[in-house]
């Protein structure tokens, strides 16, 4: 298990993603510039974050999801959860702008987001401190050079299970069988981590509250009709 306010280690985790892709149109600008600061999350020189104090009140629970892409599955889960605090991980200037834009149209107030590496953030936050996490449709790297490239990896299994409560879900979805066949045989090596007895072939089936997100619409229209839906549980 990774020690609180451990460091990343280089040697064992780069970050290999996109982080800007089209230029910024002048509305999403002012977002930037203007509603970011106010929910954005900055690393302290040293030490942890306790996750519950980046939120006005006290929220009820703490959830994490990491890349959340254009952010539609997270802000639809934050109008959802009114008394639930929502961290959520993007790199992506373009999916940033996208969840900026829904947080200020709907006026959402439990959501905070993390603008770098997820895993820096796993690092750093207090451990046993999330109720919950989600990673959907996370890049594939199908190519067999790339796969350490895949944020499944011990390394960070061992920050994501630091932070999370014991008995906290950690949803996984994928639409690469590849990768879900990767995902589980770590998740079945970690000692932090099980997965409840499924039926088999029930993963195929979106766990009760799904809510498909713009990868999975976007493998649909590609012909890839069948997803893997995955609930691990910290032990
Ligand atoms: C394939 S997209 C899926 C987006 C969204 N979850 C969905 O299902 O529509 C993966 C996203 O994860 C983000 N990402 C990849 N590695 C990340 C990391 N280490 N920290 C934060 N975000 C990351 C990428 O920028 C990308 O937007």
Not at 67 to 94: D, M, N, S, W
């Amino acid at each position: 298990m990774s020690k609180p306010g451990k460091q990343p280690d280089p040697e064992h985790r780069a970050f290999f993603g996109r982080r800007s892709g089209k230029r910024l149109h002048r509305g999403q600008k002012t977002l930037f510039d203007d509603l970011l600061p106010d929910l954005e999350i900055h690393l302290p020189e040293q030490g942890v974050i306790d996750p519950a104090t980046l939120f006005a009140g006290h929220p009820d629970r703490l959830t994490i999801e990491i890349g959340y892409g254009g952010g539609e599955h997270l802000a639809r889960k934050a109008v959802e959860q009114p008394k639930t605090g929502f961290i959520g991980c993007e790199v992506f200037t373009g999916g940033i702008g996208k969840l900026l834009k829904a947080i200020e149209a709907d006026n959402l107030q439990n959501i905070r987001l993390f603008a770098e590496d997820a895993y820096d953030l796993l690092t750093r936050l207090q451990p046993n401190s999330l109720d919950e996490a989600y990673l959907l449709y996370p890049d594939p790297w199908p190519k067999t050079r790339h796969h350490k490239r895949r944020f499944i990896s011990p390394t960070t299994l061992d920050a994501l299970a630091n932070v999370l409560k014991p008995g906290a879900p950690f949803h996984f979805a994928t639409d690469i069988e590849d990768y879900a066949n990767w995902t589980l045989a770590h998740i079945l090596r970690h000692p932090d981590f099980f997965w409840p007895l499924t039926e088999p072939g029930a993963w195929h089936e979106p766990y009760p509250g799904w809510q498909p997100t713009r990868y999975e619409q976007k493998a649909r229209k590609e012909g890839r009709l069948k997803s893997f839906y995955f609930t691990f549980l910290r032990r």
